[in-house]
């Protein structure tokens, strides 16, 4: 069997382009040239975000290595029919301002998946010209919230979600995603939408990919072994803007031992999980047993692949992290070859499903 692993993070990011897309009759509105123009404190507001589903601007494997992604199919939905999200304001000290509540989401294709969203809405007072938003999206259940108390390290401990083997992405079962942004320098005028930028957003799971290359043999069954019941929804101590994270955040969640069978495509050459992060190299006075993936041949035959690296004799073992994609190309010779490399993962099949 030869293995060639490919590992790197598939970073889902959500663009919140706000008010790129004016109407007519805003889109040749001269800007106020007076401060009586200027929103005052105390009078509402308007906002608008432009939310792209499925669209990636860069992934990486490891330092210095870089390419674009886009999460596919059911991997980038948000549940906005039922509310699943918040869009909320943060002072620069990271305690709460308030909430967004849009009035209206509009497709911006009619195409049975819309991969873009606009979002208007208002609010009742513009924030300070320096500010934080946090979007928190698929969380199913959301902290408590407080004005002027809550922080975004209390929504962030707070989020957390219960993982049950046989998870596949649908409409009902969700990857909780995190995203914050800083703004700073902004001014709110009356009667116009309001740019806040772009924020990206981490899904908390990995998603990990077997792959038989070649028609000699094929696979029966994938399945992993140790796992741990659930994760957090958001990474801690990210507070300003969103980024990778090399950091577990595994909160009170425990490990399994048991098994998790991958799904395959209808050509049984791929094979998909998804799990949450999972410590492979505990440094604790006991040793977590770690992460192991078994191949079942057509022959009977059965093999191994461990989350190491696999180019060198040593190999070292790494943590699954969240959002990270960890590829394994697997091929049968008549002697064993393992091999693994690293690099980003830069094509995605699209999955024709309704976006709502």
């Known amino acids: 069997m030869r293995i060639s692993g490919i590992r790197h993070i598939y970073m889902f990011f959500v663009l919140l382009l706000c008010g790129m897309q004016m109407s007519c009759s805003e889109a040749y509105e001269a800007l106020p040239e007076t401060d009586a123009d200027l929103a005052q404190p105390g009078e509402t507001v308007r906002m608008g975000f432009r ?5 990636g601007l860069r992934t990486r494997a490891l330092p210095g290595e870089a390419g674009t992604q886009a999460g596919t199919g059911y991997e980038n939905y948000i549940g906005i029919e039922d509310t699943d999200y918040r869009i ?32 208007k809405g208002t609010i009742p007072a513009p924030p300070s010209s320096d500010f934080k938003v946090v979007i928190l999206a698929n969380w199913g259940a959301y902290p408590s919230l407080t004005e002027g108390v809550t922080t975004i390290d209390d929504v962030c401990r707070a989020g957390t979600y219960a993982y049950a083997a046989g998870f596949v992405p649908s409409a009902d079962a969700r990857i909780p995603m995190y995203g914050v942004k800083q703004c700073k320098g902004l001014t709110f005028h009356r009667n ?8 990206s957003l981490l899904r908390a799971m990995a998603k990990v990919e077997v792959v038989c290359e070649g028609d000699d043999v094929t696979l ?10 659930g994760g957090m929804c958001a990474p801690l101590d990210m507070t300003d803007e969103t980024d990778y994270t090399e950091t577990l955040h595994l909160g009170g969640t425990v490990r399994t031992t048991g098994s998790l069978a991958f799904t395959p495509d209808a050509a049984r050459k791929s094979w998909l999980l998804y799990v949450p992060e999972y410590n492979n190299l505990s440094d604790m006075w006991w040793t977590e047993p770690s992460s192991v993936i078994t191949v079942v041949r057509s022959t009977g035959e059965t093999d191994k692949i461990e989350f190491k690296d696999y180019s060198s004799a040593n190999g070292g073992a790494f943590n699954i ?11 049968f010779k008549t002697n064993l070859t393992v091999n693994y490399t690293v690099c980003p993962w830069e094509t995605a099949s699209p999955v024709n499903i309704p976006f709502n």
């Open 321 to 331: 992290f969240r959002n990270y994609h960890y590829r394994f190309n697997v091929s």
């Open 220 to 229: 029966t069954a994938v399945s992993l072994a140790n796992y741990r019941d």
């Open 192 to 199: 116009l939408l309001t740019e806040l930028g772009t924020i």
């Open 51 to 55: 939310i792209a589903l499925g669209t």
């Open 88 to 119: 909320l304001f943060f002072a620069l000290d990271n305690t709460l301002l308030g909430a967004f509540e849009p009035e209206t989401f509009v497709p911006v294709d009619n195409s049975a998946y819309p991969q873009e969203y606009e979002v």
